[in-house]
């Protein structure tokens, strides 16, 4: 006769106790998968940015000169300038395309184009109904180019899920130095003449001219052609380019903007900025220092948001200064995305800073804690007609420290540290 055993089987206990190991060993890998996940999408925005760094050089090759910003075609002289002509409003990274694997999306603004975005119709406004080689202004979201997302300008940390934005984003930008007064149009308006954005004459200011010169203290300078033979601090050690994070609707620090901010205390002439001001001004909540108060006039159309338009040269969308460390407030001194004085900061969605483009095409991440010096210290600006009392007058050393010493191009700090 056969001895049959019986197996024995797992007790509820035993099978319950093997369940909570499971979710033990679980709960203890998820936040490793997690940091690895972030790993790798910070090497890819590392990447992307590197991308972006060889386009320029290449760019450079081929033209001898940068890709400008906030450059493009004079403001329309009949007709509705804003779906005629692109006023001098197209960002830096729309030259660079056909250097980032973009050649059909490059061919497509070059040429003149009668296609429009779906569910939407071409302006009755434009020329003989075709949009202008070019393109229009870079807001005007019908415009199939400028709504379409180039993924080479894409931080993968930032899910960018804010509604109501029609334009294609980016997370990357140009460096515009140190400096508020002029900087973001360079002191040239829609024409090509030195004089205050709002005025469209043909005739250059003297003031302006002067202020324009004062204003060029970072790698770009919008609306000027410059090169690398204008980087005097040496290409490996000026930045290029940051990284900026967009708009989630959350009324963060990092990714938004703050409107009606004073740059001076006293009330007086806002070009010659005390950044602190920008901090102090935008209601940071002392419980939440990564977010802004319920008081703060956070801008909050998503059309004007953050990095939401790559194709406009605005320091709203495509620009910033090393002026406020990383991740830090974002303020503009009047109600408009294209208010003149405005401070934007480099921030990202990765832990503790973000990425830098070198001049030379490396990227390097900067930390929030990277010494900004005196923050309360006056911007860098011209001496003109009434206003010749700022200590830090054009070709100044940078009074924010080694963070601002970075963004300038020739104003011959020594770069002590590694950063």
Not at 16 to 38: D, K, S
Not at 102 to 121: K, R, V
Not at 243 to 269: H, K, Q
Request: charged share 15%; net charge neutral.
């Amino acid at each position: 006769m056969l001895n049959v055993r019986k197996r024995r089987a797992f007790t509820l206990v035993e099978l319950l106790v093997v369940i909570a190991i499971i979710g033990v060993l679980v709960g203890l890998l998820l936040p490793a998968v997690q940091a690895a996940r972030e790993a790798a999408r910070r090497m890819s925005c590392s990447n992307n940015f590197k991308q972006i760094g060889l386009a320029i050089h290449n760019y450079h090759s081929a033209y001898n000169q940068l890709p400008t910003n906030h450059t493009g075609t004079d403001r329309a002289s009949n007709g509705d300038v804003s779906v005629n002509s692109n006023r001098r409003f197209l960002s830096w990274l729309v030259p660079i395309l056909p250097f980032v694997e973009q050649q059909a999306l490059w061919e497509h603004i070059s040429n003149p184009s009668q296609e429009t975005t779906p569910g939407t119709t071409m302006s009755t406004a434009t020329l003989n109904g075709t949009w202008p080689s070019m393109g229009p202004v870079p807001w005007e979201s019908r415009y199939v180019p400028w709504a379409t997302q180039v993924s080479s300008y894409r931080c993968p940390s930032d899910p960018a899920n804010l509604p109501g934005v029609a334009t294609g984003r980016t997370n990357y930008a140009a460096s515009l130095g140190d400096t508020i007064d002029s900087c973001y149009y360079g002191g040239r308006n829609e024409v090509g003449a030195y004089q205050q954005p709002s005025n469209y004459s043909r005739n250059s200011d003297g003031d302006m001219t002067l202020r324009a010169r004062a204003s060029y203290r970072g790698f770009f300078w919008s609306r000027h052609r410059v090169g690398f033979r204008d980087c005097l601090d040496g290409l490996s050690n000026t930045i290029a380019g940051g990284e900026i994070c967009t708009s989630l609707g959350a009324r963060e620090t990092r990714a938004d903007w703050v409107r009606n901010v004073s740059m001076r205390g006293d009330g007086s002439w806002d070009g010659a900025g005390e950044p602190i001001r920008c901090k102090q001004g935008a209601h940071i909540d002392a419980a939440r220092p990564s977010f802004y108060t319920s008081g703060a006039s956070v801008e909050t159309n998503p059309l004007n948001s953050r990095g939401c338009r790559w194709a406009d040269g605005r320091l709203t969308y495509t620009a910033v200064q090393t002026i406020l460390p990383p991740n830090s407030a974002n303020c503009s001194r009047g109600s408009s995305d294209g208010n003149d004085y405005f401070i934007s900061t480099v921030g990202s969605r990765h832990q503790g800073g973000a990425h830098v483009l070198m001049g030379d095409g490396a990227v390097k991440f900067i930390t929030d804690s990277i010494e900004t010096g005196d923050l309360s210290d006056n911007a860098v600006v011209a001496s003109f007609s009434g206003h010749t009392s700022n200590p830090n007058l054009a070709g100044a050393q940078s009074p924010y420290g080694l963070w601002g010493a970075l963004g300038t191009r020739a104003a011959k700090e020594v770069i002590e540290s590694e950063f």
